[in-house]
C-alpha cells in the first residue's frame, strides 16, 4: 500500500465528516468554508469531550484552519469519485448587461454516509453544519473564542485544541439591575 493510499484508509472519520457536511450543504461549500465548519466541528467536540474526532491536527493558513493531510484526502476522494469539485458560476449586471461570472469552485458530495461516527461526533459536525450553513461571516457571532484562538495562532503553525473556561450565561441587563439594586439598597 502506498503512502497516499495509507493516509486515505487510516482517516475514516476525517472521511464521515466531510461527506456529512457536504451532503448537509450541498453545492455551498468551497475549501474554506469546508475547512472552517471541519475545524469548528472538531473544536466543539473538543470543549465536551477533551479529544477531538478525528486526531488530525489543523495549521493555519492564511485564509482558515486547514487540517493535516486535507489535499491527499480530498485528492484521493475526488479520485474515488467520492467527492466533486465544481465552477460555481453566478450572474452579474455589468454595464447593463448581465453576464455569468466564475465565483470560483465548490464541492459536491453524493456518496453514501459512512457510519464510523458515534452520536456525540455527529451531532457536533451537525449542529456546527447547520449553525453555520454558508455564512461563514457569521462565525465570529457563533463561535468568537473558537475564531480568536485559531487567529492568534502563528500563520502554518498547528493550531493546539484547548479547553476554554465556559461564559455565563447573563444577560448584561439583568445582571446591571443588580448591581445597581445592591449598590442603594
Known amino acids: 500500500m502506498d503512502y497516499l493510499e495509507q493516509i486515505y484508509t487510516d482517516n475514516e472519520k476525517f472521511r464521515a465528516m466531510v461527506v456529512f457536511i457536504l451532503r448537509k450543504l450541498p453545492g455551498k461549500l468551497n475549501r474554506v468554508a469546508l475547512c472552517k465548519n471541519l475545524y469548528y466541528a472538531e473544536t466543539h467536540f473538543f470543549q465536551k469531550h477533551q479529544k477531538t474526532i478525528t486526531g488530525l491536527d489543523y495549521l493555519h493558513v492564511e485564509s482558515s484552519p486547514v487540517p493535516r493531510f486535507f489535499n491527499e ?69 457563533y463561535f468568537p473564542q473558537y475564531y480568536q484562538h485559531y487567529v492568534q495562532t502563528g500563520l502554518y503553525e498547528t493550531i493546539p485544541f484547548v479547553k476554554f473556561p465556559k461564559r455565563p450565561h447573563l444577560q448584561f441587563k439583568a445582571w446591571s439591575r443588580k448591581i445597581y439594586r445592591l449598590m442603594w439598597q
Not at 88 to 113: K, S, T, W, Y
Request: hydrophobic content about 50%; glycine content about 2%.
Open 73 to 141: 484526502i480530498i485528492s484521493a476522494m475526488v479520485a474515488k469519485e467520492e467527492v466533486r469539485i465544481v465552477p460555481h458560476v453566478a450572474p452579474e449586471v455589468i454595464n447593463g448587461r448581465q453576464i455569468m461570472v466564475l465565483r470560483g469552485m465548490v464541492f459536491e458530495c453524493d456518496a453514501p454516509l459512512l457510519a464510523v461516527l458515534n452520536r456525540d461526533e455527529l451531532r457536533a459536525v451537525r449542529m456546527v453544519a447547520s449553525t453555520l450553513q454558508n455564512e461563514m461571516n457569521l462565525e465570529t457571532r
